[in-house]
Nanobody, 116 residues
């Protein structure tokens, strides 16, 4: 049974930090490209960060570059998103996605709210 479970969201003040985690099971994590997407209220879901199966290549949306870091631990079947210098416009539901050869699995999302 495939499971993709995000955690780590919450309420944080502008300028603060959060680390999101996504733990997966039911498939071979180390062979999947992993991504973090986000969806703000009234907006389309957008890609925030992506990391290749080995972790050797990472890409980021321009809006988060320099502030967010995606990394993975294949031994723990977990991908992380370290978010620093958070801004109110980072408020969204953050989703984890696993993808390989046209097959993708999504988590249920975790809410991040940046507000004073």
């Amino acid at each position: 049974q495939v499971q993709v479970v995000e955690s780590g969201g919450g309420l944080v003040q502008p300028g603060g930090s959060l680390r999101l985690s996504c733990v997966v099971s039911g498939f071979t994590f180390s062979t999947y490209v992993m991504s973090w997407y986000r969806q703000a209220p009234g907006k389309e879901r957008e890609l925030a960060a992506v990391i290749t199966s080995s972790g050797g290549i990472r890409n980021y949306a321009e809006s988060v570059k320099g502030r967010f870091t995606i990394y993975r631990d294949n031994a723990k079947n977990t991908v992380y998103l370290q978010m620093n210098s958070l801004k109110p416009e980072d408020t969204a539901v953050y989703y984890c996605k696993a993808a390989r050869n046209g097959v993708s699995y999504w988590g249920q999302g975790t809410q991040v709210t940046v507000s004073s």
